[in-house]
């Protein structure tokens, strides 16, 4: 079963920057698209970014311009760089898989990003 392994979580200052990891045991370019959730204290799940296979982005208006996520398929990783980091943006980071084959859905286990002001 494909698993997926974020890491890059970590404490930062308002106005720095961090970029997370998730690594795949899959084929991530077999996959519909890959995407990053975010959830903080008391806050609902909520997407930050997505990558379809063609490579087209999707970003919520919360990050647009700060985030921008990417991969290298080669290494069947992908990665979210995070900008002009803010308060608001603490929470868990979950890296999301939407596959055309059971289990369709697949979540990582999260890493904390913890920003500072």
């Known amino acids: 079963q494909v698993q997926l392994v974020e890491s890059g979580g970590g404490l930062v200052q308002a106005g720095g920057s961090l970029r997370l990891s998730c690594a795949a045991s899959?084929?991530?370019?077999?996959?519909?698209?890959m995407a990053w959730y975010r959830q903080a204290p008391g806050k609902q799940r909520e997407l930050v970014a997505r990558i379809t296979r063609l490579g087209i982005t999707n970003y919520p208006d919360s990050v647009k311009g700060r985030f921008t996520i990417s991969r290298d398929i080669a290494e069947n990783t992908v990665y979210l760089q995070m900008n002009s980091l803010k308060p608001e943006d603490t929470a868990v980071y979950y890296c999301?898989?939407?596959?055309?084959?059971?289990?369709?859905?697949?979540w990582g286990q999260g890493t904390q990003v913890t920003v500072s002001s």
């Open positions: 899959g084929n991530i370019f077999s996959f519909n698209a």
């Open positions: 999301n898989a939407d596959r055309v084959v059971s289990p369709y859905n697949i």
